[in-house]
């Protein structure tokens, strides 16, 4: 992956980690997220008419990415009813990167060198290894492990439709619109139904800093990564991206007032190594 990827998809990573912590700390997190994601439909719908649409193609993927992303969103959301923040974000993220350069590499032959699996592995476990740090007097709970687990598998599952479909599209700008536009349906007509009464209350008290701010980051976050998929090794941006995991370390330090022990320095640095090694004998 050239810099000027790389350096797009880290600016991705930062925004992604912010709007999951706008996420977490919302007053009702279903809510928030669907003003979330739907911002970023409600802005493609806006410019839709003008562009074409991507190439058939794609289109199976567009949909089977909209189903994905519609289970991975309901699990998130059920995930931080459970967890923190700093458990379930490293361990959905974590296992992503692995799940993915399998996918690109038995799907689209993308296979990596020995030096890049290293990297990759690295990197991958760097990031899991923020789960294991818990409060002392704590139980373990294993439920917000789970859920993390089966968000990574539906992240890397939708990171390689959206791959492969806007390779295919032969317009990418056009196949991330269409991909804004359709993924958050189902969870705004899955909010109007189920938080009716609250719903129009919530979007008046918060359309600024959830829908405008929060939906910009989450949009341009996911714009930078589809783009980035079109041009760059699935395995690398993937990999890049889930450094997300040290942003959201450090939102939860400056502004969470969460703890930072050595165990996650540790981790920090192993994810960094991995990126390093990634790069360098990529």
Known sequence: ???????????????????????????????TLTLVIGAGSVMAAMVLPFIEPPAPESWPYLLLSTALHTAYYFLLIRAYHYGDLSLIYPVSRGGAPLLVALGAATFFSEVPTSMELGGLVLASLGIATFALERKKGEKWDYRPFLYGLAIAAFVSAYTLADGIG???????LSFILWLFFVYALPLVFSSLIFKRREFIPYLRMHWWRTGVIGGGMCATAYALVVWA???????HVSAMRETSVVFAALIGIFGLGESFGPRRIIAASMVTAGLILMQLFG
């Open 1 to 31: 992956m050239s810099l000027g990827f790389a350096a797009l998809v880290l600016l991705a990573a930062i925004l992604h980690a912010i709007w999951n912590a706008i996420v977490k700390t919302g007053e009702d997190r279903m809510l």
């Open 166 to 172: 806007v390779r295919l599209s032969g317009n990418p």
């Open 229 to 235: 998929l079109m041009y760059a090794p699935m395995a």
